[in-house]
């Protein structure tokens, strides 16, 4: 399968500061990219969905001044939370896609965020 | 808008047992059905998943049945053991946009 990295793998940050997720697809192009968020015991939340070069789309109820996402190329994207607060804190997971390359979606191995 | 229901949210059998878990989508676009499986803290793992034109789809000790009629899907496992324990999410997504719609998934504990 395709090899996705992220880093970090968790962080821990002071309420009001920011925090850079980076998402890479290190095998394949990505053209897409799906943001997911995982509060413990519930399934993966779809945050924002991104093109390579455009702005990305946000799912209802996410902040988009909030959750900064750039996806200036096809192997990079990074997710910056702004301000975080304790609430923020969460399991945040990239999912990169390549258009025509099939149904299987892949996964970053997903980021610890914890705000005090 | 699309959602998908998976039932039941905790399962709990004994080890050597069969599990069944089943899911219902909305959106009768809907023609690819993956099966996750995460364990904690770490990323969902494809495990199997059956595309709207076939029925059925067996890999080992894992099989996904669909039925495009009553928008429905279940996966089975066999002979379960205890590196089966788990949470499984179900998923269904269109060609349209690939866009994963996620159940909300179901805890597996097998019982030695």
């Known amino acids: 399968g395709a090899v996705v990295s992220q880093h970090p793998s968790w962080v821990i940050c002071k309420s009001g500061t920011s925090v850079k997720i980076e998402c890479r697809s290190l095998d394949f192009q990505a053209t897409t990219m799906f943001w997911y968020r995982q509060f413990p015991k519930q399934s993966l939340m779809l945050m924002a969905t991104s093109n390579e070069g455009s702005k990305a789309t946000y799912e209802q109820g996410v902040e988009k001044d909030k959750f900064l996402i750039n996806h200036a190329s096809l192997t990079l994207s990074t997710l910056t939370v702004t301000s975080a607060h304790p609430e923020d804190s969460s399991f945040y997971i990239c999912s990169p896609y390549q258009a025509l390359g099939g149904y299987e979606q892949y996964f970053g191995p997903g980021t610890r965020l914890t705000v005090t | 808008g699309e959602n998908v229901e998976q039932h039941p949210s905790t399962l709990s059998v004994q080890e050597g047992d069969s599990a069944v878990i089943k899911c219902t989508y909305s959106d009768s676009a809907s023609n690819y059905f993956p099966w996750y499986k995460q364990e904690l803290g770490k990323r969902p793992q494809l495990i199997i998943d059956?595309?709207?034109n076939v029925g059925e789809k067996k890999d080992q000790r894992i099989a996904v049945t669909l039925n495009k009629t009553a928008k429905h899907f279940s996966l089975h496992i066999t002979e379960t053991q205890p590196e089966d324990s788990a949470v499984y999410f179900c998923a269904a997504s269109r060609n349209s946009n690939y866009q994963l719609i996620w159940g909300a998934g179901t805890k597996l504990i097998i019982k030695p």
């Open positions: 059956i595309r709207s």
